[in-house]
């Protein structure tokens, strides 16, 4: 009988592994598997949703990039033991650095390493390069579970009126496709008398974009949409162009569906160029995701 490993030999499109489709699918090809590293391919294309007027990539994506590579390897890794494709959830991110542009055109390498694991927790280390050059590097906290996603067992259906109220949008911020769809998914907006805080709801419908992809049949908010969310209201707040140097801490905490009724808060104290970005989105009280990072003006 052919061998699993015959079957699949590397290098292979990353779909055969991932559930990730249409404007979520970032990753090409899985290049390696083995000794707890993974490498993978991404190449940048004009239909890249987190594309700006440029040319250039917001930062948030290449950290999806390296959580959709390491889901390819570990997907490679179910398929040869036969065993349930699983699916894997960003949870975390700690200081993950980001020192050059990408841009139309750059074909990236994904590297990532599985520095411990607990359970269906994994910790990985990894790093993105264009050729010889070091776009970015961080540490990824990971959740996997075998099958296709379910609700969360505390998740109860937007009571009636949820997302429709009428309040204040955010200014359209047409910077990116997505940074364009959560403005217009917003309510409810307001900054704070000293302009040094800033507060929206946001309302993310099924035809969202985030939502095409992931995951097929059971849409979830990705948490790289929850950043940008978290980068949108600050870019609103200082009505100025941000760009991320450093994710000094994230994390995703609770599921987010379609209609779900989602709140952010976003401070942000100025040293000079720099800004240190300190922010929360909730539902109904209770905490979805939380962001620290840093952030300098364009």
């Given at each position: 009988?052919?061998?699993?490993?015959?079957?699949?030999?590397?290098?292979?499109?990353?779909?055969?592994?991932?559930?990730?489709?249409?404007?979520?699918?970032?990753?090409?090809?899985?290049?390696?598997?083995?000794?707890?590293?993974?490498?993978?391919?991404?190449?940048?294309?004009?239909?890249?949703p987190f594309l700006d007027e440029s040319g250039a990539v917001g930062q948030n994506c290449l950290v999806e990039i390296m959580a959709q590579t390491v889901a390819?390897?570990?997907?490679?890794?179910?398929?040869?033991?036969?065993?349930?494709?699983?699916?894997?959830?960003l949870v975390g991110v700690n200081d993950f650095s980001f020192y050059e542009d990408v841009r139309i055109g750059d074909e990236l390498t994904i590297t990532t390493k599985e520095e411990s694991s607990f359970g269906d927790f994994s910790?990985?280390?990894?790093?993105?390069?264009?050729?010889?050059?070091?776009?970015a590097k961080g540490n990824l906290k990971l959740y996997e579970i075998k099958g296709a996603p379910e609700k969360t067992a505390d998740w109860k259906p937007p009571e009636e009126g949820d997302g429709t109220a009428e309040g204040r949008a955010i200014p359209v911020n047409d910077k990116t496709?997505?940074?364009?769809?959560?403005?217009?998914?917003s309510i409810n907006f307001h900054i704070n008398d000293d302009k040094e805080q800033v507060t929206s709801d946001f309302c993310f419908k099924d035809n969202?974009?985030?939502?095409?992809?992931?995951?097929?049949?059971?849409?979830?908010?990705?948490?790289?949409?929850?950043?940008?969310?978290i980068m949108v209201l600050a870019e609103t707040l200082c009505r100025k162009e941000?760009?991320?140097?450093?994710?000094?801490?994230?994390?995703?905490?609770?599921?987010?569906?379609p209609g779900d009724l989602l709140s952010g808060e976003v401070s942000i104290t100025s040293r000079g160029n720099l800004r240190q970005i300190n922010a929360k989105l909730t539902c109904n009280g209770r905490p979805v995701s939380s962001l620290i990072l840093e952030a300098a003006s364009k």
């Open positions: 009988m052919e061998s699993m490993k015959s079957i699949f030999q590397l290098p292979t499109n990353s779909t055969e592994f991932i559930p990730h489709r249409e404007t979520m699918l970032l990753v090409d090809e899985l290049l390696q598997y083995g000794e707890g590293k993974i490498r993978g391919t991404a190449k940048i294309t004009r239909d890249n390819a390897g570990n997907g490679y890794d179910c398929m040869l033991r036969g065993d349930t494709l699983k699916t894997g959830f910790f990985v280390e990894g790093s993105i390069n264009a050729g010889s050059r070091l776009i496709p997505f940074f364009k769809a959560i403005s217009r998914s969202f974009p985030g939502f095409k992809g992931h995951f097929p049949q059971f849409p979830i908010l990705p948490g790289v949409i929850m950043m940008e969310t941000l760009k991320i140097i450093n994710i000094s801490k994230a994390k995703f905490s609770r599921q987010s569906y």
